[in-house]
């Protein structure tokens, strides 16, 4: 590839999709005019075209909280907005399962958020979905940065309910202790944000999951969304380790996902400049963050090789103060990398495949 950054190869991915379309179209034309075509055949073309531009690429990212996992999606997405986009303070930041692509087919930007209550209801999110009423919808003014991530605060709100309140709705895992009458939870159960960036408009889809409870709250996450992606990117992070709730996560919502040619499995260990210590050398600092990734392999099961060392934090701030150096150390490019010369061509390699398939057949 000519380049290793995702962002230009997401976007090249884009123009190979339209120009497969285009030359469909002009096979299309062919068959018309040299009297070849029928019903049947104008029917799987029009649906190879849409089923192309419908097309994306979905990357989940799955974390305990507190390990820097929304920040990691700042740092690798959305840093030309100069500024920290979606919400990443210290605590628990993402409540609720957030998906954010484009929606080529609304008129505006938004963020949509499912009521937390609507889990007492027996429909599933997927079924929510075909039904905007029951969501509750902001308009997204993508003209500043600024509102726009003042508008992103929404999605991490919480709210104040009585201890029998969150059992009834499966949330009393939210208790801070045993004798708290009244537990914090999330006011949403599922966001849905839109906006017309770049990536998203190329069929980038992205999905932002909450901590093991949420996970184990919302099995719909690991029966369908999970499995569904292209790539689920497991989030630790060095000043932890690997710990238990970690290793649950783990075993119980990524192990099982497997790697193939059609899906990929990426390990990051984040936060590693919580191990750069000015009075260690640099040979010793690497061999801090060696040592790291070799535990966390150990804990994981999987080979050292597949443990990624990053600081999205300090990845963000070098793409925002054009910082080559600190961007170098915090070793963000190498994931971008692997999501460029391994996600994405397989990803493209599966696409190729489906069109040689259905145009062959004619």
């Given at each position: 590839m000519a380049t290793d950054r995702f962002t230009d190869q997401m976007q090249a991915y884009g123009r190979w999709r339209s120009?497969?379309?285009e030359a469909i179209k002009k096979y299309q034309a062919?068959?018309?005019?040299?009297?070849?075509?029928?019903a049947e055949v104008e029917i799987r073309i029009f649906e190879l075209i849409e089923?192309?531009?419908s097309d994306n690429l979905t990357i989940a990212f799955v974390a305990e909280f507190a390990r820097?996992?929304?920040?990691?999606?700042?740092?690798?997405?959305?840093?030309?907005?100069?500024?920290r986009l979606l919400p990443s303070e210290a605590g628990r930041t993402t409540m609720c399962p957030t998906e954010l692509f484009f929606d080529s087919e609304a008129n505006q930007s938004y963020i949509r958020l499912l009521p937390i209550?609507?889990?007492l209801e027996d429909m599933s999110i997927q079924?929510?979905?075909k039904d905007p009423i029951n969501w509750t919808s902001i308009e997204l003014d993508t003209s500043s940065s600024e509102k726009m991530a003042e508008a992103f605060l929404e999605v991490i709100k919480t709210k104040r309910v009585p201890l029998p309140v969150a059992e009834k709705l499966g949330l009393s895992d939210y208790r801070e202790t045993e004798n708290d009458n009244m537990v914090d939870i999330p006011m949403w159960r599922h966001a849905l944000i839109s906006f017309p960036h770049p990536l998203l408009k190329e069929g980038l889809t992205i999905l932002d999951t909450p901590g093991l409870n949420a996970l184990g709250n919302e099995p719909e996450l690991t029966v369908n969304m999970l499995p569904n992606a292209q790539a689920v990117i497991f989030v630790l992070a060095a000043d932890t380790g690997v710990t238990k709730s970690d290793l649950d996560m783990w075993t119980q919502n990524v192990q099982p996902l497997g790697g193939d040619a059609k899906h990929g499995r990426i390990v990051v260990l984040n936060k590693i400049d919580t191990l750069w210590d000015e009075l260690k050398s640099d040979d010793a600092i690497q061999g801090s963050?060696?040592?790291?990734?070799?535990?966390?392999?150990k804990m994981l099961n999987i080979d050292m090789d597949n443990v990624f060392p990053v600081s999205a934090q300090k990845g963000l701030l070098a793409k925002i103060r054009h910082d080559q150096d600190l961007l170098t150390k915090s070793n963000i490019l190498s994931l971008e990398s692997i999501l460029a010369q391994d996600i994405l061509p397989q990803k493209q390699e599966i696409v190729r495949d489906s069109i040689v398939s259905e145009i062959g057949t004619m």
């Open positions: 120009d497969i379309a062919w068959l018309e005019g040299n009297e070849m075509s029928s089923a192309l531009k820097g996992k929304t920040e990691l999606i700042n740092a690798v997405f959305f840093s030309e907005y100069d500024r209550e609507t889990r079924e929510h979905k963050i060696t040592t790291q990734c070799k535990s966390a392999a």
